[in-house]
T-cell receptor
């Protein structure tokens, strides 16, 4: 069964400094991996997804993530935080569909605050 | 395309009341699902559907019913609301089960409070 662990429940950074959100996953197969962002009182927006074409994945708003199979990790980074990055971030894993069985497993979320 | 739409945005119920949360998508997606979001727990799957007429239970199905009579609509019914069902509910859709890396598209959510 798949599962995902976000190692930090809260990350606080200063504007202009790097952001690192850590995610470890567990899967018996070659999983799909996603990062979603949720701004306050909003729905979930896809930041990026791992498609097996490249281990370094670039997403929207300057975010990127690196898939490391040996470490079962999919950490999200951004070189320079902006005030608008303040939000909650979810790491999501999914095993390949089998029959009618397809489920996403969400991490508990990491809340990012950005200090001026 | 409007994408995934949900109504209402906010709802307050009394314990024991019933209601239906509406979800619709205009992308002709086969796969639709309902999640609830609670603090510190991420999103948990309630029910899902792989096509019209087919539904199945997710991780936390108790107290909820679903049906899928059309491709576009996937309503979630609370039969007898309980305070433990206070949560934010998200509907999502996906083109189908094929395509391992296809993303799910999420609606804006319904914030439900049960008193």
């Amino acid at each position: 069964a798949q599962s995902v662990t976000q190692l930090d429940s809260h990350v606080s950074v200063s504007e202009g400094t790097p952001v690192l959100l850590r995610c470890n996953y567990s899967s018996s197969y070659s999983p799909s991996l996603f990062w979603y962002v949720q701004h306050p009182n909003k729905g979930l927006q896809l930041l990026l997804k791992y498609t097996s074409a490249a281990t370094l994945v670039k997403g929207i708003n300057g975010f990127e993530a690196e898939f490391k199979k040996s470490e079962t990790s999919f950490h999200l980074t951004k070189p320079s935080a902006h005030m608008s990055d303040a939000a909650e971030y979810f790491c999501v894993v999914s095993d390949p569909p089998r029959g009618n069985d397809y489920k996403l497993s969400f991490g508990a979320g990491t809340t990012v605050t950005v200090r001026a | 395309n409007a994408g995934v739409t949900q109504t209402p945005k906010f709802q307050v119920l009394k314990t024991g009341q019933s209601m239906t949360l509406q979800c619709a998508q205009d992308m002709n997606h086969e796969y639709m699902s309902w999640y609830r979001q609670d603090p510190g727990m991420g999103l948990r799957l309630i029910h899902y559907s792989v096509g019209a007429g087919i539904t199945d239970q997710g991780e936390v199905p108790n107290g909820y019913n679903v049906s899928r009579s059309t491709t576009e609509d996937f309503p979630l019914r609370l039969l007898s609301a309980a305070p433990s069902q206070t949560s934010v509910y998200f509907c999502a859709s996906r083109p189908g089960l094929a395509g391992t890396y296809n993303e799910q598209f999420f609606g804006p959510g319904t914030r439900l409070t049960v008193l």
